[in-house]
Protein backbone atom coordinates (compact mmCIF):
# COMPACT_ATOMS: atom_id res chain seq x y z
CA UNK A 1 0.00 0.00 0.00
CA UNK A 2 3.06 2.53 0.57
CA UNK A 3 4.88 3.70 -2.10
CA UNK A 4 7.74 5.44 -2.40
CA UNK A 5 8.86 6.92 -5.63
CA UNK A 6 12.07 8.63 -6.49
CA UNK A 7 12.79 10.89 -9.84
CA UNK A 8 14.91 13.58 -10.45
CA UNK A 9 18.21 11.50 -11.44
CA UNK A 10 20.22 11.79 -14.22
CA UNK A 11 24.17 11.95 -16.12
CA UNK A 12 25.68 15.26 -14.44
CA UNK A 13 29.54 16.35 -15.40
CA UNK A 14 32.01 16.82 -11.64
CA UNK A 15 30.53 20.29 -10.38
CA UNK A 16 27.18 19.93 -11.57
CA UNK A 17 24.09 19.84 -9.56
CA UNK A 18 20.73 17.64 -9.64
CA UNK A 19 17.61 17.67 -7.48
CA UNK A 20 16.02 14.56 -6.18
CA UNK A 21 12.64 14.45 -5.17
CA UNK A 22 11.00 11.62 -3.42
CA UNK A 23 6.70 11.06 -3.42
CA UNK A 24 5.27 8.77 -1.05
CA UNK A 25 1.32 7.84 -0.70
CA UNK A 26 -0.69 5.20 0.93
CA UNK A 27 1.03 6.37 4.67
CA UNK A 28 0.81 9.33 6.50
CA UNK A 29 4.17 10.77 5.74
CA UNK A 30 4.93 14.18 8.19
CA UNK A 31 4.68 11.27 10.89
CA UNK A 32 8.06 10.07 9.84
CA UNK A 33 11.59 10.76 10.22
CA UNK A 34 12.83 9.63 6.64
CA UNK A 35 16.25 9.90 4.87
CA UNK A 36 18.06 9.68 1.41
CA UNK A 37 20.06 6.55 0.85
CA UNK A 38 22.57 5.67 -1.70
CA UNK A 39 23.82 2.41 -3.13
CA UNK A 40 26.75 1.76 -5.80
CA UNK A 41 27.69 -1.23 -7.63
CA UNK A 42 29.44 -3.34 -4.84
CA UNK A 43 28.71 -1.02 -2.33
CA UNK A 44 26.41 -1.41 0.60
CA UNK A 45 23.51 0.90 0.85
CA UNK A 46 24.48 4.38 2.86
CA UNK A 47 22.54 6.65 4.70
CA UNK A 48 23.49 10.13 3.36
CA UNK A 49 21.08 12.34 4.75
CA UNK A 50 17.87 12.70 7.22
CA UNK A 51 15.30 14.79 8.32
CA UNK A 52 12.86 15.03 11.53
CA UNK A 53 8.98 14.21 11.13
CA UNK A 54 8.60 18.13 11.25
CA UNK A 55 11.43 19.02 8.39
CA UNK A 56 12.98 21.11 12.02
CA UNK A 57 16.41 18.76 12.27
CA UNK A 58 19.19 17.35 9.95
CA UNK A 59 21.76 15.35 9.50
CA UNK A 60 24.46 14.65 6.84
CA UNK A 61 26.98 11.97 6.25
CA UNK A 62 30.70 13.49 6.25
CA UNK A 63 30.91 12.29 2.57
CA UNK A 64 28.34 15.15 1.39
CA UNK A 65 28.15 17.40 4.19
CA UNK A 66 28.53 20.84 3.04
CA UNK A 67 27.41 20.39 -0.47
CA UNK A 68 23.61 18.15 -0.11
CA UNK A 69 20.45 19.55 1.58
CA UNK A 70 17.71 17.63 2.63
CA UNK A 71 14.20 18.71 2.72
CA UNK A 72 10.41 18.05 2.73
CA UNK A 73 7.09 19.51 2.11
CA UNK A 74 5.13 17.17 4.40
CA UNK A 75 1.97 18.89 2.70
CA UNK A 76 2.86 17.82 -0.68
CA UNK A 77 3.95 14.24 0.67
CA UNK A 78 6.97 15.06 -0.79
CA UNK A 79 11.22 15.03 0.23
CA UNK A 80 13.81 16.28 -1.95
CA UNK A 81 17.94 16.41 -1.63
CA UNK A 82 19.50 19.30 -3.52
CA UNK A 83 23.15 17.92 -4.60
CA UNK A 84 25.26 20.35 -5.64
CA UNK A 85 29.42 20.20 -6.34
CA UNK A 86 28.49 16.78 -7.41
CA UNK A 87 31.94 14.58 -7.78
CA UNK A 88 32.20 11.31 -9.39
CA UNK A 89 32.17 9.16 -6.41
CA UNK A 90 28.42 10.23 -5.54
CA UNK A 91 27.03 8.12 -8.67
CA UNK A 92 25.02 5.39 -7.05
CA UNK A 93 21.29 4.90 -7.26
CA UNK A 94 19.35 7.19 -4.58
CA UNK A 95 16.62 5.70 -2.13
CA UNK A 96 14.14 7.18 0.03
CA UNK A 97 12.71 5.68 3.26
CA UNK A 98 11.54 5.67 6.90
CA UNK A 99 14.79 5.95 9.14
CA UNK A 100 13.29 3.46 11.19
CA UNK A 101 11.03 0.14 9.95
CA UNK A 102 11.46 0.96 6.60
CA UNK A 103 8.55 0.50 3.90
CA UNK A 104 8.86 -1.41 0.85
CA UNK A 105 11.78 0.37 -1.24
CA UNK A 106 11.10 2.00 -4.26
CA UNK A 107 12.91 1.75 -7.28
CA UNK A 108 15.26 4.53 -6.71
CA UNK A 109 16.91 6.76 -9.00
CA UNK A 110 20.33 6.57 -10.91
CA UNK A 111 23.15 9.53 -10.44
CA UNK A 112 25.91 8.93 -12.82
CA UNK A 113 28.53 12.06 -11.84
CA UNK A 114 31.25 11.52 -15.18
CA UNK A 115 32.97 13.60 -17.71
Known amino acids: QVQLVESGGGLVQPGGSLRLSCAASGTVFRMYAMGWYRQAPGNQRELVAS????????NYADSVKGRFTISRDNAKNTMYLQMNSLKPEDTAVYYC????????WGQGTQVTVSS
Open 97 to 104: NRLASWFT
Open 51 to 58: ITAGGGST
